[in-house]
Structure formats: structure tokens, C-alpha cells
């Protein structure tokens, strides 16, 4: 069975920088997209980043290109997101998933897979505040 567990939330100011972690413990398949999402209070989870761990290729919300970097760690099984010049609206939970199927499906076809509804394991997530 599969786990996640996220860590490195906290709160900055305008213009900070975090980096977020998540750990992933059991098997999980060859060619599978992981991804970061985050969820403000009384709004959608949203997609920020993702990546298809096969080819390596990377995704991003238009709202954090050039600010957040995803990479991914084989070796120790963890996923990160590189936040910088984060901004009051960056505040919300941020969550990590993992999935093989429609999201790697998604990014065979050429879409970013970046929505909530292609992953199927999520992390408890970790807050992020930014304050002004």
C-alpha cells in the first residue's frame, strides 16, 4: 500500500522561499505522474505542478511558471517543490499525490496532468502562509 507524507510548510513573507517534500513509502509502479496540488479554504483543489516520472517530463500551473520548480528523488523515494518568490495568494494547504493510471494516461496524450480527479493517492498535506 501506498503512503505519502508531506513536509516543509510554514510561513514567509512576500518574496520567501520554501521547499516542500513528500515522502512516498511502498510500491508503485514504472511510468507514473506525482504531483503537488493546494487548496485554499472555501476553493478547488488546484493543480501547482506534476511529473511523469518515466520520461521525466514536468508540468506547471500558469500561476506559479518561473517561481515553483518540481524534481523528484528516486533514490529516497521523495518528490519536491521548490517554491520561490512566493506571494500571499501561494497560501493554502499543499498537498503531494501519486498515480499510474489517468494521469499518466493524460500526459501520454499530451495533457498536463494536473487535475485532482486523475490522482488517487494524496498525502495529509502541509500549510503554506504567505504573508504581505
Known amino acids: 500500500q501506498v503512503h505519502l507524507m508531506e513536509s516543509g510548510g510554514g510561513s514567509v513573507q512576500a518574496g520567501g522561499s520554501l521547499k516542500l517534500s513528500c515522502i512516498l513509502s511502498?510500491?508503485?509502479?514504472?511510468?507514473?505522474?506525482m504531483a503537488w496540488f493546494r487548496q485554499a479554504p472555501g476553493k478547488e483543489r488546484e493543480g501547482v505542478a506534476a511529473?511523469?516520472?518515466?520520461?521525466?517530463?514536468?508540468y506547471y500551473a500558469d500561476s506559479v511558471k518561473g517561481r515553483f520548480t518540481i524534481s523528484q528523488d528516486k533514490a529516497k523515494n521523495t518528490l519536491y517543490l521548490q517554491m520561490n518568490n512566493l506571494k500571499p495568494g501561494d497560501t493554502a494547504m499543499y498537498y503531494c499525490?501519486?498515480?499510474?493510471?489517468?494521469?499518466?494516461?493524460?500526459?501520454?496524450?499530451?495533457?498536463?496532468?494536473?487535475?485532482?480527479?486523475?490522482?488517487?493517492?494524496w498525502g495529509q498535506g502541509t500549510q503554506v502562509t504567505v504573508s504581505a
Open positions: 499525490a501519486v498515480d499510474e493510471g489517468p494521469a499518466a494516461r493524460s500526459a501520454d496524450f499530451g495533457l498536463a496532468p494536473l487535475h485532482h480527479s486523475e490522482y488517487s493517492i
Open positions: 511502498g510500491y508503485v509502479d514504472n511510468g507514473y505522474c
Open positions: 511529473i511523469y516520472t518515466g520520461p521525466g517530463n514536468t
